[in-house]
Nanobody, 124 residues
């Protein structure tokens, strides 16, 4: 069983930056493809970014491309989401998710493991 714990959320102003972290345990981290999703109030959970097992390939939602960067440190069992130039519409609960068979899926049901989420609030 894989446990995922997100951290790093908070309240920031538009234009600020935040870095989210997701620490994994319970499995060999390099065997897991990792993604970030987010869910704003009253909206469905949506894909944000994904990274392959090795970290060599990444994928982003159009809404965050050029502003957010996903990365991972397999030695620390952690995946990161660096968020720059934050906008009020980035306000959401951010979740990390893990999949051991495919990477980059936008389909929630394909992910085997989820964290509990961390709140990001961007004020205007």
């Amino acid at each position: 069983q894989v446990q995922l714990v997100e951290s790093g959320g908070g309240l920031v102003q538009a234009g600020d930056s935040l870095r989210l972290s997701c620490a994994a345990s319970g499995r060999t981290f390099s065997s897991l493809a990792m993604s970030w999703f987010r869910q704003a109030p009253g909206k469905e959970r949506e894909f944000v970014a994904a990274i392959t097992w090795s970290g060599r390939r990444t994928s982003y939602a159009d809404s965050v491309k050029g502003r957010f960067t996903i990365s991972r440190d397999n030695a620390k069992n952690t995946v990161y989401l660096q968020m720059n130039s934050l906008k009020p519409e980035d306000t959401a609960v951010y979740y990390c998710a893990a999949d051991d068979t495919t990477w980059g899926s936008r389909v929630l049901a394909e992910y085997d493991y989820w964290g509990q989420g961390t709140q990001v609030t961007v004020s205007s």
